[in-house]
């Protein structure tokens, strides 16, 4: 029995290829993901639907058999899509977002005008929150999250890449030597991060570079009280790239062994990825890009 209508998708793109690769590749999901969902859908059925082999998968009596039905159930659903987008179809609803504070505004704040001017009936409910909120269990529609990559059960689409670095104003270093070296941090005042922003992996990983002869100015878990501290010159703060562009009074420093790059992600359960409201919002965000140099409002 199909217990997941999901898996009879899965199963339509893996009989398309033949090969897992390229099949999850169009799926947007991992090859363990996709092995995983076509070895429990062949369980529900209790029915082998492909024979493997080295080159590839190849279908079996029964799996050529579910591919004819799969594929007539498939051309009424695009005739169904058609004729509902033919329709005069307002879409609305409510669209729960959860993200982090300087994500919110710093990069998605700019741009909710713009989505509520052309989606007037869609509803957006922002919760910031360094917290993942768990999407499995639909405590929210759309996490925008950075991390090197997004998690298995999640469809993840790539939105942008900024980069981490140590900055500190122009009047704060001309009041100390000139830094050329990692050790040269040292003589600076520091804005230190603490508590949950100091397990952010990235922080964690340039507060292990500088070692423990930095001298610190501030301690904060927050990364906005990192960047304000910075504008009034009591140390110098590290921050990503998009926090910092409308700022040219923050300078970063020249140390490329303190840069990192991170990777932005948005990110759905995949039977949410569906729903028009949620699909229309990552589209929008993901058409208009990161607003780099947006001041928060």
């Not at 999640?154 to 990692?182: D, F, K, N, S």
């Amino acid at each position: 029995m199909i217990q997941d209508w999901n898996d009879l998708r899965y199963f339509i793109v893996l009989a398309k290829h033949c090969r897992l690769a390229p099949a999850a590749a169009e799926l947007g999901v991992s090859v363990s993901t996709l092995f995983r969902r076509l070895n429990r859908f062949e369980e529900d059925l209790a029915t082998r639907l492909f024979d493997r082999h080295a080159a590839g998968y190849q279908l079996t009596s029964a799996g050529e058999l579910l591919q004819a039905e799969a594929e007539q159930m498939h051309g009424l659903v695009d005739r169904l899509n058609l004729t509902l987008a033919a329709q005069d179809y307002q879409p609305a609803g409510r669209v729960r977002v959860t993200t982090t504070e300087s994500i919110a505004t710093f990069l998605l704040a700019p741009l909710l005008p713009g989505f509520h001017q052309q989606y007037p009936h869609i509803e957006i409910e922002l919760a910031v929150d360094v917290r993942l909120q768990d999407l499995s269990r639909y405590e929210a529609d759309i996490a925008i999250r950075s991390a090197p990559a997004p998690p298995e059960s999640l469809i993840g689409r790539r939105w942008c890449q900024p980069v981490w670095r140590l900055y500190g104003t122009a009047e704060l270093l001309a009041r100390h030597p000139a830094v050329r070296m990692l050790a040269d941090v040292a003589s600076l005042p520091l804005i230190t991060p603490v508590d949950v922003l100091a397990r952010n992996s990235v922080v964690r990983a340039f507060l292990a570079k500088i070692g423990d002869g930095k001298h610190s100015a501030f301690y904060t878990n927050n990364l906005n009280q990192c960047l304000h501290l910075a504008l009034r010159h009591v140390g110098l703060a590290y921050l990503p790239a998009y926090m910092v562009a409308a700022y040219p009074e923050l300078v970063a420093l020249d140390l490329p062994e303190l840069d990192q790059p991170t990777t932005i992600w948005l990110l759905m359960h995949a039977d949410l990825a569906p729903l028009v409201r949620n699909r229309l919002f990552v589209d929008y965000l993901f058409a208009q890009g990161p607003p780099m140099r947006a001041k928060p409002t």
